[in-house]
């Protein structure tokens, strides 16, 4: 399953590269090691996100990483947040922008792969082929809406 931040490429140096930018508007220096990341479990599908630096239920400049597991499929939602930049890690995660899961509208990102949420803009993905490890920045408080629920 994962190893961890061990093997990143270049695609994750550009995502270490965001989440450092990110940290320039913060009060404090952060710095969080690799054993050091806390993972917390993300519903029943066996995702895990941790958080970096920041609160996303605050307003505010926060930063994440994210384990998707090989077939995990990420049904059609938005966040309230009011800007999200995402890189990817490792392993390959198909996502689109729509209100219905079309596989044939999905784009493959590899590492390095870099895309932008704008605030209420649904979304899906899919990580069909692979475990996948993402981080992201934001600007909180975020939550999730699926779509079709007000």
């Not at 630096?53 to 939602?77: C, E, I």
């Not at 689109?96 to 596989?103: K, L, N, P, Q, S």
């Not at 509208?105 to 649904?122: C, D, I, K, Q, Y």
Request: proline share 8%; aromatic share 8%.
């Amino acid at each position: 399953m994962f190893k961890g931040f061990s093997h990143i490429r270049v695609g994750g140096l550009s995502a270490a590269m965001i989440v450092v930018a990110s940290m320039a508007c913060a009060d404090d220096p952060v710095i969080v090691l690799h054993e050091d990341i806390a993972w917390r479990a993300m519903g029943s599908s066996g995702m895990q996100m941790a958080i970096l630096a920041g609160d996303p239920t605050q307003s505010g400049p926060y930063s994440f990483v994210v384990k998707v597991p090989q077939g995990t499929r990420l049904p059609p939602h938005s966040h309230p947040d009011a800007w999200r930049h995402s890189t990817i890690i490792s392993g390959t995660l198909l996502w689109a922008f729509g209100d219905t899961f079309d596989e044939a509208s999905m784009v493959a990102l590899s590492p390095g792969s870099f895309w932008t949420e704008p605030p209420g803009a649904n979304h899906y993905g899919w990580a069909r082929d692979g475990d996948v490890l993402a981080v992201a920045t934001a600007m909180g408080p975020s939550g999730m809406v699926p779509v079709g629920v007000e």
